[in-house]
């Protein structure tokens, strides 16, 4: 699995953006980047993922540099349900991935 | 609701007992994933099977034995646990047909208090 490097706490004002940085310097070329995030003592919840090109959905963006060695999760507006701890994941190659979960970012919206 | 629904939700036992979680998905995924979560420490990955068969097992200790008879339903048998066994048990589903599509549903999981 390539190594992942998140921050491992942050605060954003209720409506403002958040923006999660992670660090994938290892990433080869053709694994992806994902993204998941656990409310308290709840399962995790997909978020988004990506490969090379910034990507889109309801949840968030995220945007994912060109040499793909970091990534950044986006919430454009964050809401006081967004608390919760983000991990950023690379996953290894095989038949059924293996989520391999760091500390991730405790990420706590303040109102 | 992800589409992942485990029983039970919460579950206390004393370290003779023996006792089964079970976990069933409602996505016609074909992967499933038992992971264990103590607390303070992240998430770590238990046992997974792809297609009904054992494709993983991390080195868990042979007092928890995973079943999978059907790719919809899976289960893990605890006997003689300890009290360090005390954690938050969760199941995941994924489709494994491309790596793209292999994103993975968790259910709200098993809170676990062994005495």
């Known amino acids: 699995d390539a190594k992942t490097t998140q921050p491992p706490s942050m605060d954003c004002a209720e409506g403002r953006a958040a923006n999660l940085p992670c660090n994938h310097s290892?990433?080869?070329?053709?694994?992806?980047v994902y993204w998941y995030r656990q409310i308290h003592s709840q399962g995790p919840q997909y978020i988004i993922h990506?490969?090379?090109n910034n990507e889109t959905n309801e949840m968030a963006s995220l945007i994912i540099t060109e040499d793909r060695k970091s990534s950044t999760l986006i919430l454009p507006h964050a809401t006081l349900r967004d608390t919760a701890v983000y991990y950023c994941?690379?996953?290894?190659?095989?038949?059924?991935?293996?989520?391999?979960f760091g500390q991730g970012t405790r990420l706590t919206i303040n109102p | 609701e992800t589409g992942v629904t485990q029983t039970p939700r919460h579950l206390v036992m004393g370290m003779t007992n023996k006792k089964s979680l079970k976990c069933e998905q409602h996505l016609g995924h074909n992967a499933m994933y038992w992971y264990k979560q103590s607390a303070k420490k992240p998430l770590e990955l238990m046992f997974v099977y792809n297609f009904k068969e054992q494709t993983e097992n991390n080195s868990v200790p042979s007092r928890f034995s995973p079943e999978c008879p059907n790719s919809s339903h899976l289960f893990l048998h605890l006997h003689t646990l300890q009290p360090e066994d005390s954690a938050l048990y969760l199941c995941a589903s994924s489709q494994v047909l491309s790596r793209e599509a292999d994103t993975q549903y968790f259910g709200p999981g098993t809170r676990l208090t062994v005495l």
């Open positions: 990506g490969l090379k």
């Open positions: 290892t990433i080869s070329g053709n694994e992806y």
């Open positions: 994941i690379v996953p290894s190659i095989q038949g059924a991935q293996k989520l391999v």
